[in-house]
């Protein structure tokens, strides 16, 4: 499988793509292991962190409803971006959640099958394998839609 590697960096804000093409399908449905993928790729990324004896992250609501929001929009309208197609970035679906931050990330993918495969193309990119393993966040929301759209939110709140 053919897989395009694209990292974005915005100022203060680090941001990540990745795409793949593929048919499968999902939407937050129990695809593996018996789990819902949201909470498997949520599960696998905090066992990345752990081996590598960084702090686990805390799934948070707030960051939640910006990741989930952010790949049903990408999967409804057909676009694949960070940048939504009438302007709102990350950093906008952040603050509409009421989450406080000092520091924000993002990671997008699509197309690939399983929170395994997108798990592992982002940990095989070292723009997106920053954000997976950054210690200067402590929050995580996860977001899974159709046409296997996926949103990683990291966040840290305060500071």
């Known amino acids: 499988m053919h897989k395009m590697f694209t990292t974005c960096l ?48 805390n799934r948070n609501a707030r960051l939640e409803t910006a990741a989930q929001n952010h790949a049903s929009d990408m999967a409804e309208r057909g676009y694949f971006s960070h940048t939504s ?21 993002e990671n997008i993918g699509q197309g690939q099958p399983t929170a395994a495969t997108i798990l592992a193309g982002w940990m095989g990119s070292s723009g997106h394998r920053a954000n997976n393993l950054d210690t200067r966040v402590d929050d995580v929301g996860v977001g899974v839609a159709a046409n296997n759209n996926w949103v990683l939110v990291f966040g840290r709140e305060g500071c």
């Open 10 to 57: 915005a100022m203060l804000l680090v941001v990540g793509c990745v795409s793949a093409p593929t048919t499968t399908e999902v939407s937050n449905a129990v695809v593996e292991s018996g789990q819902p993928a949201d909470d498997l790729l949520f599960a696998l990324l905090n066992q990345e962190r752990s081996r590598r004896g960084l702090a686990l992250l």
């Open 85 to 105: 197609p009438n302007g709102q970035t990350s950093v906008d679906r952040v603050r509409a959640q009421g989450y406080s931050y000092c520091r924000t990330t």
